[in-house]
């Protein structure tokens, strides 16, 4: 899992109409990334630092492997809580639930 990764795409569910007029970043959907500029890098520094890469907008957190299969990730979106559902030399998926809200992120990653 450690190094960096293309991110693909980000699938979201679980924002309400309400979430949606506080900050009109919060929506749901599938949006499609790609470009050089979009990873997710995680860091295999003693911080142990992720660094999320969004077109170009960069945001560092913290990840904590827990098991085999999940680990936390503390980003600009609060604590989300992962679990793998798949993994391979070339490709990680996961979901993440943020903490104390409804909304899950289905992150798609290559490299």
């Given amino acids: 899992m450690l190094g960096r990764w293309t991110l693909n795409r980000i699938v979201t569910t679980g924002y309400t109409a309400e979430d ?24 295999s520094n003693n911080d142990d630092q992720v660094e999320l890469s969004l077109s ?6 913290t990840y904590a492997i827990i098991y085999s299969d999940q680990f936390t990730m503390d980003i600009n979106d609060g604590l989300n809580y992962c679990k793998i ?12 639930k943020i903490d104390k809200t409804n909304v899950t992120k289905v992150y798609y990653l290559s490299r």
Avoid: E
Avoid at 85 to 96: D, E, K, R, V
């Fill in 56 to 61: 170009g907008n960069r945001t560092i957190g």
């Fill in 20 to 43: 949606t007029l506080k900050d009109p970043k919060k929506v749901n959907g599938d949006v499609k990334y790609g470009t050089t500029s979009d990873y997710v890098d995680y860091k």
């Fill in 85 to 96: 559902n798949s993994i391979s030399g070339s490709q990680l998926q996961f979901t993440a």
